[in-house]
């Protein structure tokens, strides 16, 4: 009796094991990709750089206001518009804002003044600015300051990556 049990299991891995071996020489595993290459590419196309980003405007450390947002930079027919929406601070004052040289929080100088942030948020046409200009210039950081009376405090700020 035991030795018609372990007839049966080896006439079953047996079975199962051939069974494995056939279906695996059916059904090929390694397949060709054709690849078609066309030689009739115009070298002097260029890939197209987005025409709009999103960069996130983070809390500087060493503020005493805490704020965040987003400024949103959209390429067209009369140049970037810079939309910012900023949250966290709330003030009476404005706030100014510009693009600066370097990246966060060690900003240099102004590259471009942007319109002055009120309520929480602004809207600023750089004129006749691409958004390869802007790439050419990098690095650039987008920094909101405290106020007018208080230029010299960083509240926000988000580097820009094209």
């Known amino acids: 009796m035991k030795n018609n049990l372990i007839l049966i299991i080896v006439l079953v891995v047996a079975v199962l094991v051939g069974y494995m ?28 750089l987005d025409k709009s980003l999103t960069v996130l405007l983070l809390p500087v450390e060493t503020s005493d206001v ?27 004052a404005t706030q100014p804002m510009h693009l600066h040289q370097g990246g966060c929080p060690g900003v240099g100088q102004v590259v471009y003044p942007l319109e002055e942030v009120v309520n929480g948020t602004s809207t600023t046409v750089l004129q006749g600015v691409t958004m390869e200009m802007l790439k050419g210039e990098l690095p650039l950081a987008l920094n909101v300051h405290k106020s007018v009376a208080e230029i010299s405090v960083y509240t926000t700020c988000g580097d820009i990556s094209l």
């Open 21 to 48: 071996l056939v279906s695996k020489s059916t059904n090929p595993v390694d397949t060709v990709d054709t690849v078609i290459v066309n030689e009739n590419v115009d070298d002097s196309v260029v890939p197209t």
């Open 66 to 92: 805490t704020q965040s947002g987003t400024a949103r930079f959209e390429e067209n027919e009369d140049g970037v518009t810079v939309t910012v929406n900023i949250i966290g601070y709330e003030t009476e």
